[in-house]
């Protein structure tokens, strides 16, 4: 049995093991930028991004940097005009060259949008094309295009909560913003667990 302390290890399983190391790593910087574009967390998007990446993303083609700070019909930070939004990425696939990968994943959006005062929930499947590099040891995404594969525009409807007469200051209900519950728990974990 090979134990952690053992340099028995063949050459072949410690480049698979490294492999899987740039694979995970990789991962997490998308479900990070997922989970940033979901909170309106600029700083946080920033950081799975390398200096001077683009972004291709609905019409928007340009600095990454750019991307994340603008005001338009696509817009990152958090807005009044689209107080929800969510995203399940899935089915990445990592192709590994060296400190360089392209990565395809399949993503699924959920978002409401506002306009001239009408709530309407627009469902998005599409799929990010992401160049990825290694530099410094730290994987960030050098450039990223979004392919659009289905959307529909759908009026919305009350939300259970309000159609079963559910106390909303009794439901722990989600905010596009850093005011996200999520941010609290996770500073309280970090104040009381963490080591």
Known sequence: ??????????????????????????TQVIYRLARASDRGDVDLAA???????TEDHGGFVGPAREFL?????????????IPLM???VTNIRVE????????????????????????FDIPVAGRYL???????????????TLVF?????EMTTPDYWDAFNKPRELLRLGSRSKE???????????ENFAR
């Not at 950081?47 to 990446?53: D, F, L, S, V």
């Not at 996200?180 to 500073?187: G, L, R």
Request: charged share 35%.
């Open 149 to 153: 594969d289905a959307s529909r525009i």
């Open 47 to 53: 950081e799975c991004y390398h200096e001077g990446a």
């Open 86 to 88: 969510w995203h399940g």
């Open 180 to 190: 996200d519950i999520s941010y609290t728990m996770a500073e309280e974990f970090r």
């Open 1 to 26: 049995m090979t134990t952690a302390g053992d340099a028995n290890l063949s050459l072949d399983e410690v480049r698979r093991l490294r492999a899987w190391l740039d694979e995970r790593e990789i």
């Open 69 to 81: 700070h603008r005001r338009g019909p696509i817009q990152f930070a958090e807005t009044p005009d």
């Open 96 to 119: 590994l060259d060296g400190d360089r990968a392209f990565v395809e994943s399949l993503v699924f959006v959920w978002q409401r949008l506002v306009k001239d005062g009408v709530e």
């Open 130 to 144: 992401d160049t990825f590099e290694k530099r410094a040891g730290e994987w960030r995404i050098s450039a990223r």
